[in-house]
């Protein structure tokens, strides 16, 4: 089955620690895209790739570093330097850049201990 | 700011009412609407999409789209308690390399 895969499910951050989500696709999609999500809130993009070796910032790229060496992998570094990092982590991918149509990962919660 | 608004909820209908979800933009130039459905824990899926003014019907929910009111409504007939979720409409605004805009989302209940 075709679709995408975010791992862990669940992620625990230590003061002053990166942390790495994950997220594959199978779906041979040129596009993926990071977004957060906070409790009542809509979706923040935090990053997103057009093409292998290339990624551009978000609106909220501030404390995250991403890297796309793999059409398939885009995988995103929550970084010490994100001050309130616990949130909804959902990856997406499309078609291409500009193809609307989203789909989703099953998303990792990140919580601070 | 370019934004994309929806109504404060929670929204709580009866089982077999109609529910009507409602959303406002900012950019007059917006090109392409949606609507997301997600549960809790859970990812969003789109439910559906609209480009053109006027009401695109699939099942029991219905997107309606005013761009001379930048407004864009979905409304679920019959609703049903599987229906409670939160909704989440989202905007392509306009500019180069636009992405998807999403609004904070509206939390519908469905009473049996």
């Known amino acids: 089955d075709g679709g995408i895969t975010q791992s862990p499910k669940y992620l625990f951050r230590k003061e002053g620690q990166n942390v790495t989500l994950s997220c594959e696709q199978n779906l041979n999609h040129d596009a993926m895209y990071w977004y957060r999500q906070d409790p009542g809130q809509g979706l923040r993009l935090i990053y997103y790739s057009q093409i292998v070796n290339d990624f551009q910032k978000g609106d909220i790229a501030e404390g995250y570093s991403v890297s796309r060496e793999k059409k398939e992998s885009f995988p995103l570094t929550v970084t010490s330097a994100q001050k309130n990092p616990t949130a909804f982590y959902l990856c997406?991918?499309?078609?291409?850049?500009?193809?609307?149509?989203?789909?989703f990962g099953s998303g990792t919660q990140l919580s601070v201990l | 700011q370019k934004e994309v608004e929806q109504n404060s909820g929670p929204l709580s209908v009866p089982e077999g009412a109609i529910a009507s979800l409602n959303c406002t933009y900012s950019d007059r130039v917006s090109q392409s609407f949606f609507w997301y459905r997600q549960y809790s824990g859970k990812s969003p899926e789109l439910i559906m999409f609209i480009y053109s003014n006027g009401d695109k019907e699939d099942g029991r929910f219905t997107a309606q789209l005013n761009k001379a009111s930048q407004y864009v409504s979905l409304l679920i007939r019959d609703s049903q308690p599987s229906d409670s979720a939160t909704y989440l409409c989202?905007?392509?605004?306009?500019?180069?390399?636009?992405?998807?805009?999403f609004g904070k989302g509206i939390t519908l209940s469905v009473r049996p």
């Open positions: 997406a991918s499309s078609i291409w850049v500009d193809a609307e149509k989203l789909f």
């Open positions: 989202a905007v392509t605004l306009s500019g180069a390399n636009s992405k998807l805009t």
